[in-house]
């Protein structure tokens, strides 16, 4: 449990600082990193790097746009489809951002067990 | 199964970066696009209006104050450091715009979309935007290039912003189209100076005339398509002198139309296109001072075609709207002067048929080959290989239609004569007007205007107004380039220009107004030949009639007159119409309609139906009455509104009223009348089904396109104004007062304006749209112009722009 709580902050903490210097990718970096330097059992493996990643996406969307009275993200959810409605577009940004990130946790996992098992 | 596991979610790793990372069809790549650090979550702002920012390539302070309206008050040290500010500032809050529209005019825009774009490419490219522009850089090398080193500070600004830019700042359809922004250079104010010719003068109908010639013949043509209306209301008033003038007309050669069929013609700007303006004397004003209006209709769009400065030097102080990629203001005002634009009527472009010998590397001219000249246009396509298109050039101009381009005819071809190809100086002008003090500054500063052709209005504060058509004009035999011409024969070139001194001008004149809104420049006693297609004829004559209707007029007045919807063309045909047709056959539903459009007063408002119903009945009656122009295998084209107004009403019987369809019958104007209301009846049915009522707002549902093709996301609908084409407010779905201006000439002039749009290109941003509503309901704003750097009260923000130190 302790260590789903670590990982979870760890992934945020690194996300936002590797953020500053790299792509949108950086998501993926943190969790790649976290999923081998803390590595989870089941289905944490995913879910902790993929709930991780869509708080701080989502948290960070949220108040860039509330500030702005979600002028932009109105206009960009009608862009894509999602009804004009910013919220829905603030979740969908966090699910991709969580879903890079869980994705690539599971693949670290996979490393980490291949690499112990040599 | 390690292996197996280990190699899966590998691969699903790398699918979902490739998959977030990259622009799969139209839709943006999602990862880059969404990601809250860097995508259009960091364009979620207004701009910033505080602060210092060191630019390099100033050599002094720049001071920047923003108003309510995000209208930034530049105050610079010297011109070349105004100019680095302009340049800075329009890319700091119009830079995709700003870009994209010159990408627009060079035909790159492949480059951005791919394959589709590549015959607007292609046609923008045979058009020769970018070898005009070139010439007109050419031209600046040589004769002037103080102007040039004003473009080049102009760009070196916005440079200066572009280089300080992360690729987090980009503006949001960078990160939609997924594509960064290029340095600026002269030769880009050069293609968005040939952009506004294209736009403004580059339409003509030469091609659809030839075809229309051969198809109906000398005397029907010229009953079609006269050189003059029956009443004409010029620009330069009637009774104007011309005896000064004394270089005659080229006289007429004994010249043959060639009378090809032209099947497919390249595209045209929007016939919408036009401009008012007018200034009444001090005489003529309430208050005393005379007073200016502009309003270019123009296409609504998002971010709007104009944006608003004041722009100041230690030797000048000018306020108005600037286009981005252009120096200086273009409609506007300073301490002593005002000035706006519209379109000049005039044609400016004609075309040659060339041929050409067996392998085309020579034409015939004067009985002789000369040699063709090869412009390889190098397209970039995205995602593709270049495609190489070969335009020809003569002596004429480029070969716009061969057997490569919409023509299949292996040994000739169809060239342009542009003036817009000469090169020129056209941006000097607008340095010139923004420092002018006076009457004789203004038509020095015009003598450096070669195209497109624009109708100059002029107010100054020492009482004069004027209105100059200026422009280099060739001086025309009787009816030279009405049609296609053989280019083979000299007496076809144009053989000389009009000194510039003759073009059509007045200065207060007797009766204390100037006015232009895209009429005829002048009437039959202009001793040069004179031909356009699409004459205005009818807001020009709703302005002068408003000036001629009382002694003085107030702002008051000025604003009423580009609010004004009086529908002039129907208030022409609806009574005859309603008056000569045989209602017997109406049903109750039709009566209803009848009974509507009876009742109107010919005012386009918005609560109104009888806009509506006049569209969609005159519309119906267009194109059963020019029927015949129909045909699919060539390009043709009908005649104007005024002309069609004019046959209905006096030529009722006339061969061209027949419906070709309906054989062994002969209808009349009268016929047309009645079958065309009862086609209308049903539309208007159909929209009151679907939508709940056809009032004018409504069924207009005038809209501001964002440029990106218009799309919805970005764009505002169903704005609720009145007005149309042909109406002083001329506001159609999707063309309008793309800014209106008021100036009243007091010491400084005090100023009123707006447009349908905002200072900010940001959609992101409350400034990126926060006028329409004002603009819409009639409302100006009261421009603030500051006669210093001083700080007021009307200052919402301060922004100062440092020299950057070298180390």
Redesign the interface.
């Known amino acids: 449990m302790t260590k789903n709580i670590i990982n979870f902050i760890v992934t945020i903490l690194l996300a936002a600082l590797l953020?500053?210097f790299l792509?949108?990718?950086?998501?993926?970096t943190a969790a790649l990193t976290t999923s081998i330097c803390i590595p989870l059992k089941k289905v944490a493996v995913f879910f902790v790097p993929f709930f991780s990643i869509l708080i701080f996406?989502a948290t960070?969307?949220f108040m860039?746009?509330s500030?702005?009275?979600?002028?932009?993200?109105k206009?960009?959810s009608?862009?894509?489809q999602l009804g004009g409605n910013p919220y829905i577009?603030i979740l969908?940004?966090g699910i991709?951002?969580g879903?890079?990130a869980g994705?690539?946790a599971?693949?670290g996992?996979?490393?980490v067990?291949?690499s112990r098992?040599k | 199964m390690?292996?197996i596991?280990?190699l899966t979610?590998?691969i699903?790793?790398v699918g979902?970066?490739y998959v977030?990372?990259t622009k799969l069809s139209e839709?943006p790549p999602?990862?880059?696009f969404?990601?809250?650090?860097?995508?259009?979550?960091?364009?979620?702002?207004?701009e910033s209006i505080t602060g210092e920012i060191s630019i390099t390539g100033l050599t002094d302070k720049v001071i920047v104050h923003y108003d309510e309206y995000m209208i930034p008050h530049v105050f610079a040290q010297n011109e070349q450091d105004l100019y680095k500010a302009q340049g800075y500032l329009t890319a700091k809050h119009r830079l995709w715009q700003l870009e994209f529209q010159t990408y627009a005019a060079a035909g790159r825009l492949s480059e951005i979309f791919g394959e589709r774009a590549l015959n607007y490419d292609r046609t923008e490219r045979r058009r020769g935007m970018g070898y005009g522009a070139e010439q007109a850089i050419a031209y600046m090398k040589k004769y002037d290039p103080e102007t040039l080193s004003f473009i080049q500070d102009y760009a070196d600004g916005v440079n200066a912003y572009i280089d300080q830019l992360n690729?987090d700042d980009y503006p949001?359809e960078y990160k939609?189209l997924d594509y960064k922004p290029e340095a600026w250079s002269p030769k880009k104010t050069a293609l968005l100076l040939m952009y506004m010719t294209k736009m403004l003068a580059g339409y003509e109908d030469d091609l659809e005339y030839t075809n229309v010639l051969r198809l109906v013949g000398k005397e029907n043509f010229d009953l079609l398509f006269p050189d003059f209306f029956d009443i004409t209301d010029p620009v330069i008033p009637k009774d104007t002198d011309w005896s000064f003038i004394d270089v005659p007309q080229t006289k007429l050669p004994d010249s043959q139309v060639v009378l090809d069929t032209i099947s497919v013609t390249i595209e045209k700007p929007h016939p919408d296109n036009g401009s008012n303006n007018w200034a009444v004397s001090g005489e003529k004003s309430v208050t005393g001072n005379p007073i200016l209006a502009n309003d270019p209709h123009l296409s609504l769009n998002l971010p709007s075609i104009w944006f608003v400065m004041q722009l100041s030097s230690p030797n000048h102080n000018v306020f108005g709207a600037t286009i981005p990629g252009a120096l200086g203001v273009i409609s506007g005002f300073n301490q002593h002067i005002a000035w706006g634009e519209t379109n000049a009527t005039r044609d400016v472009i004609d075309w040659y048929k060339i041929e050409f010998n067996d392998n085309r590397t020579q034409y015939k001219y004067d009985n002789q080959w000369k040699e063709v000249s090869i412009r390889v246009e190098d397209i970039k396509i995205k995602g593709q290989e270049n495609y190489k298109d070969s335009v020809l050039y003569t002596h004429h101009g480029p070969v716009v239609y061969d057997k490569n381009f919409k023509s299949e005819n292996q040994k000739s071809g169809y060239a342009m004569r542009w003036i817009a190809h000469d090169g020129g100086n056209n941006q000097k002008t607008f340095i010139q007007l923004n420092k002018a003090k006076n009457y004789n500054d203004y038509v020095s500063a015009l003598q450096y205007w070669n195209a497109p052709a624009q109708n100059f209005v002029f107010a100054s504060t020492e009482g004069d107004i004027a209105l100059w058509i200026q422009g280099k004009f060739a001086n025309k035999w009787e009816g030279q380039g009405k049609f296609l011409m053989d280019g083979s024969e000299p007496e076809n070139d144009w053989q000389s220009y009009i000194p510039q001194k003759f073009n059509a001008h007045t200065k207060n004149p007797d009766r204390g107004f100037v006015s232009s809104a895209n009429q005829h420049p002048v009437d039959e006693n202009y001793p040069y030949y004179i031909f356009n297609d699409g004459y205005e004829t009818y807001r020009n004559r709703v302005i002068n009639e408003f000036f001629n209707s009382k002694d003085k007029f107030s702002v008051q007045d000025f604003k009423d007159l580009h609010n004004n919807n009086l529908n002039l063309k129907a208030k022409e045909l609806v009574p005859y119409m309603l008056q000569h047709m045989d209602t017997s056959s109406l049903s109750t539903e039709e009566k209803e309609i009848y009974r509507e459009i009876q009742a109107w007063s010919f005012n386009n408002d918005i609560d109104e139906v009888g806009p509506s119903i006049w569209r969609q009945w005159y519309g119906k009656l267009y194109s059963m009455l020019w029927d015949e122009f129909e045909a699919q295998d060539m390009a043709l084209t009908s005649p104007y509104t005024y002309q069609t107004i004019y046959l209905l009403k006096n030529h009722g019987n006339h061969e061209f009223m027949d419906i070709v369809e309906t054989k062994g019958k002969t209808e009349t104007a009268k016929d047309l009348f009645l079958l065309a209301f009862k086609k209308a009846c049903q539309s208007l049915k159909e929209i009151k089904e679907q939508e709940g009522n056809y009032t004018w707002s409504n069924y207009k549902g005038t809209y501001a396109g964002h440029l990106l093709q218009g799309?919805?996301?970005?764009s505002r609908f169903d704005i609720p104004i009145g007005g149309d084409r042909n109406i002083v407010n001329a506001t159609s779905e999707d063309h309008g007062p793309s800014w209106r201006m008021i100036v009243e000439m007091t010491s400084p002039p005090t100023a009123l304006g707006i447009y349908p749009g905002g200072q900010s290109g940001?959609?992101?941003?409350?400034y990126?749209d926060n006028f329409i509503n004002d603009w819409a309901a009639g409302k100006y704003y009261s421009l603030n112009f500051l006669p210093s750097n001083e700080v007021t009260n009307t200052v919402i923000g301060t922004q100062t722009l440092t020299p950057a130190s070298n180390d």
């Open positions: 953020s500053l792509p949108w990718w950086s998501v993926m996406w960070y969307c860039l746009s500030a702005n009275d979600f002028t932009l993200a206009k960009i009608q862009l894509l577009l969908f940004t991709l951002g879903l890079a994705v690539i599971v693949f996992k996979q490393i067990i291949f098992s | 390690k292996y596991k280990l979610s590998f699903f790793s979902i970066f977030l990372n839709a999602l990862g880059k969404l990601n809250p650090s860097s995508g259009i979550w960091q364009n979620e702002t207004d690729p949001v939609l799309l919805p996301a970005f940001n959609p992101g941003s409350q990126y």
